[in-house]
Each structure stands twice: as structure tokens, then as C-alpha cells.
């Protein structure tokens, strides 16, 4: 007699050109689905980790910029990614498929998780009340959540607001010197992303930026506020590093971005915005 799989492949190799991944994150999702959803692009993949009713987590692997992250905020990253680059969709169902592990490598060594295995090795996702991805990015962004890894009580809301000012005055530094323009790749950006992240639509008045500053019309949810300004800067320095002098500009925008690290690395940490200096730069910020 032989056991049933503890996994079955439900779809396999969509092409995100058709189908709308954040679509299906919350049909899956609705459905208390419990399995994962893998998504592979040129030199990016990622992993979705769906357990029913909890917070689902991402590993998302960056081979461009050199990132292996295992994260909520990265939920956007992924969903804004599927929109703009070709990529196919996997979906895996199954109680073994749902265990987020830190990484690739860590996955390899067994497959079953036991008891014993090290608490560092394997994520489980804190419980929620409803599935995280219920919501489309634009009612989260714009609404108070009790996930438990927002982390408005750790840290003030203008502390947030003033430590992006400075990291998106290192960005228009390093832009400018490139002989680009700042104030209109910023822009575009926004324009962009206004979907997704209101409060980024440069027409709503709700966030203003000049000279390292910026303004706030309203406090905003944390994760929602710093994954949307972080994803806005990456594209701004996308754009500025092209051709011959493309990797020059990640260069001085990373110089620039470690600067302002040096003298603000515990609030960028606690923020959330460390995380994703890299990413933003597109090479290593020391």
C-alpha cells in the first residue's frame, strides 16, 4: 500500500503575461489554500509561503543585485515585479510546501522538518486573523494593520519620515551627478506606482519631498510606507544607470546611500529601510 504525496503541483509554468499573480495570491488565499506559489524570472525568483490563515511570507532572491531576503514587505516587491517582466508561475499544495525555510540551501538538507532543526533555520508565519493577502496593496497601504511585524511600536512616525527624506536627498545627489534629473525620474516613478501605493501619486498632495526633506500628510502603516518609497528609488536609479555609465551611477548612489547609513543605521534598521539599501542601489552599500 503505498502513502499519498504530501505535495501535488496545482498549476505549473504560467506565464505572468496572462495571468495576474496578485489575482490568483488572493483567490488561493480565499480558498484557506495551504501550499506554495514559486515565481521565476530572469535573475529573480521568489517563494510564496501560504499556510491557510496566516501571514504569508516571501523568499525573494535578487541574482542582480546579490539579495536573498525572507520577508513580508517583499509580498509588493514580487507583485510589482510580475506586472513589468515575463516570468512563469508555479503553484505547489501541500502542508510540506508551506514551510518557509531561510534558504535554498537550508531546504536541501531535509526534506521534512522535524522537531529538532535549529530555530534559525525555518520561519513560521505569526498567526493573523485573515489571510494578509485579502487585501489589494492599495486598501493596505492606506488602512492600520495588527501584523505582527509592522513595526510602528518600535519606532516614532517622523523619525520614519525624516530618515527617507535624507536617504532620498543620497539618491538625488548621486542621480544628479550623473547629469540626470532627479525631480522628473522621481516623479515618473511615482506616477508609476500610484496604483498601488496612493499616498506615492505626486497629484494627492500626501507626500511631498524637497532638499532631504520630506512631508507627510498623514501617518502611514510602516511596511506599506517604506517598501513603496524603497521599490520608487530603485526604479529612480534604474533609469539614471544605463549604458557605458550604469554601474558608475550604482557606485555613487551607493556611496551616497552609505553615508547616510553610517549616521542613521539604528533608525534605518528598525524602519525597515537597511534592508533594502542594496536592493535600491543596485550593488552592495557598505
Known sequence: MTSEPKSRVLYENLDTSFVNLWGLLRHLSQRAFVGRVHVEMDDYSADVFLTGSNTP?????????????????????LVLRARESPGKISVFEGVDE?????????AAKTEVVEPSVAVDEVFVPPSMAVPLIAESPESSANARSDVAMEPDDMIEWQDVVKVSGELIGGVERAVNGATSNFTELFRAARVEMADDYTFL?????????????????????VNSYVAGLSEALRRVVDKAATGDRARRVRERVALDLSLVARKRREVLKRAGFQAHLDRIAGTRVQ
Open 57 to 77: 511570507l516571501v523568499h525573494e532572491v535578487d541574482r542582480a543585485a546579490g539579495t536573498d531576503v525572507l520577508e513580508e514587505a517583499a509580498m509588493h516587491r
Open 98 to 106: 508551506a514551510v518557509a525555510v531561510k534558504s535554498l540551501a537550508a
Open 201 to 221: 501619486d505626486p497629484t494627492s498632495g500626501s507626500l511631498e519631498y524637497s532638499d532631504s526633506v520630506v512631508r507627510s500628510r498623514e501617518e502611514l502603516p
